[in-house]
């Protein structure tokens, strides 16, 4: 389908959804990241330096690996794997965090603060300010602290001040609401490096920007193993920015299938679940509207995820108007799947992907045994699996209910 | 159209060559129930107007005191139809009542049947902390029609052009948030408040509308610094405070209507 309108809009908005929901005090912080990201984009002296940081310390291009093994569980089809696991850091997330920290500089700010789930965005922020002498403060829900606490130890490392939050259900959505707080008393000398594709008006056309290269990376990278386009590309999606990251390429490619899988949890039809557009309604959560997760109050449901980086109530805006005008299709994928997804790839590719990103694989296996033998499939392997080794390890029994062999 | 009661109190104020005092609660805090009679104390006590808070799950806005007490609201079940009960009986007490609430739960509960149930229950008007005017079309349709008031905020990082654009947008008065920060007591009023009132007077000079000061203010001395370049001195943390520190409501009504006569006192004092 063709898309009259370019979104965003001036204003943030992807159709109805998008938009500045945000508190007066930050309207002037967030025109100023909106204005100075304008200016930084046509800069070919900020270009040439993040296309730098990219290529020297992030590791970029990624590769393009063919999982031919794996592929035997997607009905035979070409299954490519982009590698956002093996940048520095192991996730995509580097890509925004450069970005950002070069815009932090450019806009004369000292201090970075962040939110993170899993970690992967908090090690990935702290990670950038030491290379780039920034202060850096990252909020963490203090259930997260616990399930993650070895990325916690890192962050410190880095030199990183976490701060867990104790306040509401102490989780990633918390933590936001809490930078937040942070960033409306400190906005003069701190910028507020947003995570994933959400929040309000720039954050998300700002994340997907500074990701655009995985996509564009990926979409070369297939024609020249292939000779053609992909017949469809899946991402898991918790906030979206791996899955803009590789889809936003691809959107004028009419051929190209775009889908997004979200944490189905125990089941999106339980109250279990981070799946937002398969299990939530329109609203407005944390700046923008999106679907959300949400009583019949507009209250803010617990969400559940085996994968804390997708363990999110909401959805990146320009997801959800992907998902409205059908240019994207959005499925559930459930803790189970994920996690049969993540030992087979362990086991026959001898990759350990994250288990954000086995939700991607487990989407994948579902694609291709309804395309068939014939299809090519790109994954966005977004992050490796390193942090996820814990979990896996008591989820497949792999230890005793003390952690010992 | 005729005044609202928050503008019939707001003029009474003036008139009075004094500033208004605006106190703020969640509804159903400690309980629904609770939260009326703590209410009616505030109203005895002295504030012309009160600020029937919304219990939200993500009050990005909100420092910890107003964190917790909206926590316990929704623990105890209070839900968007009981705080419209509570509107009822703030209305009741003469006092003028509005509804201080995040976007979200009134989008969800309908914007047109929210303002039409508001306007029922003897509320005045909605002050709305994360809608910015640019945002605001529906609501604009939907106040309009049921007669409410529009409160925005300003904030000391607004631009002239901003300030301009916002106070446009109001009705009843314009919320002028006193610092850079989330709501709760501080021990000084920020050097920022009179500036941010200073700029927002410069363009309301025309239309007259009222300023009212909130964030950080919680001593009767507070109050009457602001009195003295505001039309409205707005209270909140300090209300729900002098609860969460009771060791039972009875205990909590008496200190809480004692701090409503010691900031009443302080707006009359300019």
Redesign the interface.
């Known amino acids: 389908m063709s898309h009259a309108q370019p979104v965003p809009d001036d204003r943030g908005h992807y159709g109805r959804f998008g938009g500045r929901f945000a508190p007066e005090s930050l309207i002037a912080a967030l025109d100023e990241v909106e204005a100075e990201w304008a200016k930084a984009k046509d800069d070919p002296a900020f270009q040439a330096e993040f296309d730098e940081l990219l290529k020297s310390y992030a590791g970029r291009p990624s590769l393009l690996t063919e999982a031919r093994n794996f592929s035997e569980h997607a009905g035979g089809a070409r299954v490519l794997l982009k590698r956002e696991d093996l940048n520095h850091t192991g996730s995509h997330k580097i890509n925004n965090v450069l970005g950002q920290v070069l815009l932090t500089k450019r806009m004369g700010k000292t201090r970075v603060i962040a939110e993170t789930g899993a970690g992967q965005h908090g090690v990935a922020t702290a990670t950038a300010c030491a290379l780039m002498g920034l202060d850096c403060v990252i909020y963490m829900g203090e259930e997260d602290t616990k399930r993650q606490a070895l990325n916690v130890a890192r962050m410190r490392m880095l030199g990183a001040e976490v701060v867990p939050v104790t306040i509401g259900s102490r989780t990633l959505k918390d933590a936001i609401n809490e930078t937040f707080r942070d960033w409306v008393a400190n906005v003069d000398h701190t910028h507020y490096l947003f995570g994933t594709a959400a929040g309000p008006h720039p954050f998300p056309k700002l994340v997907r920007d500074l990701h655009f290269v995985v996509g564009a990376e990926a979409r070369k990278q297939v024609l020249e193993l292939t000779g053609r386009l992909p017949d469809a590309v899946a991402a898991c999606v918790g906030g979206g920015s791996n899955a803009i990251a590789i889809f936003a390429a691809f959107i004028p490619d009419e051929s190209v299938a775009l889908y997004g899988f979200e944490a189905g949890g125990a089941g999106a039809d339980t109250d279990q679940t981070a799946a937002s557009i398969t299990a939530g309604s329109h609203g407005v959560f944390h700046g923008a509207r999106t679907f959300v997760l949400q009583d019949e109050y507009g209250q803010t449901l617990p969400s559940h995820s085996i994968s804390a980086g997708l363990d999110y109530p909401a959805v990146g805006p320009e997801h959800a108007y992907l998902a409205d005008t059908g240019r994207a299709v959005y499925e559930p994928v459930t803790d189970t799947e994920a996690m049969e997804a993540f030992r087979l790839l362990c086991r026959t590719e001898g990759i350990i992907p994250a288990i954000e990103s086995a939700h991607a694989l487990a989407g994948a296996m579902r694609l291709g045994k309804r395309l068939g033998p014939d299809a090519v499939i790109l994954v966005n392997l977004s992050g490796r699996g390193d942090k996820d080794v814990n979990t896996a390890a008591a989820y497949f029994g792999l230890v005793d209910s003390e952690g010992q062999a | 159209m005729t005044a609202t009661t928050l503008q019939t109190k707001l003029a009474q104020a003036r008139e009075a060559d004094r500033a208004a005092l605006v106190g703020y609660l969640p509804a159903g805090f400690p309980d629904v129930d609770s939260s009326i009679r703590v209410i009616q104390a505030m109203v005895e006590g002295g504030c012309d107007v009160i600020e029937v808070g919304l219990p939200?799950?993500?009050?990005?806005?909100d420092?910890?005191t107003i964190?917790r007490a909206a926590?316990r609201a929704?623990a105890s079940g209070t839900?968007?139809d009981d705080v419209l009960r509570v509107v009822e009986a703030t209305a009741a007490t003469g006092a003028a009542a509005l509804v201080m609430s995040y976007?979200?739960?009134?989008?969800?509960?309908g914007v047109e049947r929210f303002a039409t149930e508001l306007a029922k229950a003897g509320g005045a008007g909605v002050i709305t902390?994360?809608?910015?005017p640019?945002?605001a079309e529906e609501w604009y349709a939907a106040s309009e029609q049921a007669g409410l008031d529009r409160i925005?905020?300003?904030?000391?990082?607004?631009?002239d052009r901003?300030l301009e654009l916002?106070t446009g947008a109001c009705s009843g008065f314009v919320y002028a948030?006193s610092l850079?920060?989330?709501t709760g007591t501080r021990a000084q009023v920020a050097d920022t408040a009179e500036a941010l009132v200073r700029r927002t007077r410069a363009v309301t000079r025309e239309s007259g509308l009222p300023i009212c000061v909130g964030l950080g203010i919680s001593t009767a001395a507070q109050a009457a610094e602001v009195a003295a370049y505001a039309d409205g001195v707005i209270v909140g943390a300090g209300f729900c405070q002098r609860v969460l520190d009771a060791p039972d409501l009875e205990t909590g009504l008496v200190a809480v209507r004692s701090f409503a006569e010691d900031l009443s006192a302080g707006v009359r004092s300019r």
């Open positions: 939200y799950s993500d009050p990005m806005m420092g910890p964190q926590d929704l839900t968007t976007w979200n739960p009134i989008e969800r509960y902390p994360d809608l910015i640019e945002e925005f905020l300003v904030a000391p990082s607004s631009t901003r916002t948030a850079m920060g989330v």
